[in-house]
């Protein structure tokens, strides 16, 4: 049974600072990594993606991954309130079709 | 760009009766296509998949069925709702090994 293990949380932050969630993932073979942040109520939205080992910044965000190791991470730089939300990390093996979703961190920006 | 339609927003039915929720995609060709259901505080369940027309992969068994009669038009139904079929549904696009697109979804509660 290919896995993807977080965190349910709550982890909570104080505003501005660092946040990071992190994501474990079961299959080697895994390829692709995505990030995704789920407002109470709300559908999914994508923030980052990461292919490759290392970091993948944008705007506030670094995605980080380390196949060896198996993990991927995010961390959120100046954490609003507005970041407070759930965030869903998903695997992708390569030549399948099915996404492998975790059960979400959630997380809370403290004002 | 592409965009990702699904509908309706809300639906409140009683036991036994049918259901039909439909998603359709613009902007893209060929897409795989995804139903997934989320039950309060809970993760994302896949239940069906489809990687082009008349493709259907059913990944929980239950009474609910799929079906893909064009190519970027991916419908949910049952014939006779279950109290244990309410959720929030999600369809989701993508292509290859890109990130999954999720519609708005339909909050389904069954009476």
């Not at chain 1, 982890?11 to 109470?40: H, K, M």
């Not at chain 1, 923030?47 to 980080?64: L, P």
């Not at chain 1, 609003?80 to 998903?90: F, K, N």
């Not at chain 2, 008349?54 to 970027?72: F, H, T, Y």
């Amino acid at each position: 049974q290919k896995e993807v293990e977080q965190n349910s949380g709550p982890l909570s932050v104080p505003e501005g600072a660092i946040a990071s969630l992190n994501c474990t993932y079961s299959d080697r073979g895994s390829q692709s990594f995505f990030w995704y942040r789920q407002y109470s109520g709300k559908s999914p939205e994508l923030i980052m993606f990461i292919y490759s080992n290392g970091d993948k910044e944008d705007g506030r965000f670094t995605a980080q991954l380390n196949k060896a190791s198996q993990y991927v991470s995010l961390l959120i730089r100046d954490s609003q309130p507005s970041d407070s939300a759930t965030y869903l990390c998903a695997v992708k093996t390569s030549g399948t079709y099915k996404y492998i979703f975790g059960t979400g961190t959630r997380l809370k920006v403290l004002a | 760009s592409q965009t990702i339609h699904q509908w309706p927003a809300t639906l409140v039915q009683p036991v036994g009766s049918p259901l039909s929720l439909e998603c359709t995609v613009e902007g893209t060709s060929n897409p795989n296509l995804y139903w997934y259901r989320q039950a309060a505080g809970r993760g994302l369940q896949l239940l069906f998949y489809s990687v082009g027309i008349g493709q259907i992969s059913s990944e929980v068994p239950q009474n609910l069925s799929a079906s893909r009669p064009q190519d970027r038009q991916f419908i949910l139904s049952s014939k006779k709702l279950l109290l244990s079929d309410s959720g929030f549904y999600l369809c989701a696009w993508s292509v290859s090994d890109q990130p999954q697109h999720f519609g708005d979804g339909t909050r389904l509660s069954i009476l």
